[in-house]
């Protein structure tokens, strides 16, 4: 099924309050780089990606790695909001015994691809993945490689570059939330990232620059990068942390924090009146 831009922003905003809901409900977790994620992930869960809901071992499937687990909440909204599994579930989040812990865990929800939190494996297990495609002539299948700008301060995420890049692997299609926060404060400041366009081309990718808070953007930019064949390809997807929660919108701090009852209800508002502007847009 395919959906118009109008209706995946819609699907994003539904994934926003979702984010929201179940994380006041959890009372911890990662706020700003879920909300900042949620159309990139919508664009992958509705348009982009070849997998279904109802059959996640699917062999045919594409691969999707959360590289920075911390910000699973946006996958377990797509993934519930796509058909994997029910909305109510969501509440569930980071509760002892749930299928959706705080950082996500392979053997314990169909549709998750790997186990991640420790930042820095992502594309070195994509890098694995897409050499067993081509060792099995599976040349149409790709793997995706969500991973943060902060994330970047690890090592071996340049290992897997390198080897990347030596390889020619271009059933990659990696992303880089690039929202310009971690942890601590502002990626430049914590460990300067630019010229970051510069770095991967000099390890041999081919490098897409988006606003990854446009979900036409992101499928646009998927669509090349699959036809592209000489080099992996990075996407610098450039979003707005906590984007569509007006007071979360920017602000490291919410990094790792998740709403109270008071400010989820002010949040909730914030996404309603979204929602809104984007009938209001299209009619
Ligand atoms: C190996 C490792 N070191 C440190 C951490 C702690 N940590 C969790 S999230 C984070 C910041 C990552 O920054 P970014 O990927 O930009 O995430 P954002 O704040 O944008 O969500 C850190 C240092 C970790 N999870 N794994
Ligand atoms: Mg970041």
């Known amino acids: ?45 509705f348009d982009v990606l070849k997998h279904d809901p109802k059959n996640p071992d699917w062999d045919q499937r594409d691969i999707l790695i959360l590289s920075n687990g911390h910000c699973v909440p946006v996958r377990y909204a797509a993934m519930a909001h796509a058909g994997y599994f029910d909305v109510d579930e969501l509440m569930t989040l980071r509760r002892f015994g749930s299928r959706l812990q705080g950082h996500p865990e392979r053997l314990k929800l169909p549709g998750m691809e790997s186990t991640s939190g420790p930042l820095g494996c992502g594309l070195s297990q994509s890098c694995g993945i ?29 290992e897997a570059a390198m080897l990347a890049g030596k390889e020619k692997l271009h059933n990659i299609i990696a992303i880089i939330d690039r929202n310009n ?15 970051l366009q510069a770095k991967w081309e000099a390890f041999g990718w081919h490098v897409l620059s988006i606003d990854g808070n446009n979900i036409e953007a992101v499928i646009d930019a998927c669509a090349m990068a699959k036809a592209i064949v ?9 979003t707005i942390p906590g984007k569509g929660v007006d007071f979360m919108e920017y602000d ?9 009852h008071e400010q989820a209800k002010i949040a909730l508002h914030d996404i309603r009146t979204l929602k809104g502007k984007i009938r209001s847009e299209h009619q």
């Open 1 to 45: 099924m395919s959906y118009t831009i109008n209706e995946l922003e819609l699907k994003a905003a539904d994934i926003r309050a979702s984010i929201i809901k179940s994380l006041e409900e959890a009372g911890s977790g990662h706020s700003a780089g879920p909300l900042g994620l949620a159309d990139i992930f919508t664009a992958l869960y």
């Open 230 to 238: 000489e080099k992996p390809v990075m996407i610098i997807a450039h």
């Open 181 to 195: 926060i971690q942890i601590d404060g502002p990626t430049e400041t914590v460990m300067p990232l630019e010229d």
């Open 252 to 260: 490291f701090h919410w990094h790792g924090m998740p709403p109270n």
């Open 130 to 158: 897409a050499l067993s495609f081509r060792m099995n002539n599976e040349n149409h299948r790709f793997v995706y490689c969500v991973m943060g700008d902060g994330e970047l301060d690890e090592g071996n995420v340049w």
